[in-house]
């Protein structure tokens, strides 16, 4: 089966943790992920300057690991990107910003990656939001 996976959580919330066992248990039955889509808080799973507590998971850098082992794509949506101060080199160059905290293998793009995926997919899988 082909998923899409659209999560709009921050990576200390427990759907955050939830998308990121899914997508584990997935590709470990042999399935698919078309595209992973980090929208509104989700963003922030994204984010190079996410610091976990010692004592904490550090779900974050488990996303980043998971999509770098399995060469997902990993779409970070640009505008809810931005509105939550997630930025590549190239935006950050554009707005003006001092730093960059969003790196390779994540990329910005917009909400038509998502429409996209679930075209490509059979199943859309949502996490978090309201």
């Not at 921050?10 to 584990?24: D, G, I, K, Q």
């Not at 889509?37 to 980043?64: L, M, N, P």
């Not at 080199?89 to 793009?109: F, H, K, T």
Request: hydrophobic letters at 50%; glycine letters at 6%; one cysteine or more.
């Amino acid at each position: 089966m082909k998923f899409a996976i659209a999560l709009f959580s921050p990576p200390s919330a427990p759907s955050s943790r939830r998308a990121l066992r899914f997508a584990e248990a997935a590709l470990a039955d042999g399935h698919e992920i078309v595209r992973l889509f980090f929208y509104q808080d989700g963003v922030h799973s994204a984010s190079s300057s996410i610091v976990s507590a010692q004592d904490e998971t550090d779900v974050a850098g488990q996303w980043r690991a998971l999509v770098a082992e399995h060469r997902l794509d990993a779409v970070v949506c640009i505008a809810a990107a931005l509105r939550r101060g997630v930025l590549d080199a190239d935006e950050a160059r554009r707005y003006e910003r001092d730093a960059a905290n969003l790196q390779a293998p994540w990329v910005l793009s917009g909400l038509g990656q998502l429409h996209e995926a679930v075209q490509l997919a059979d199943r859309l899988i949502c996490f978090g939001g309201n």
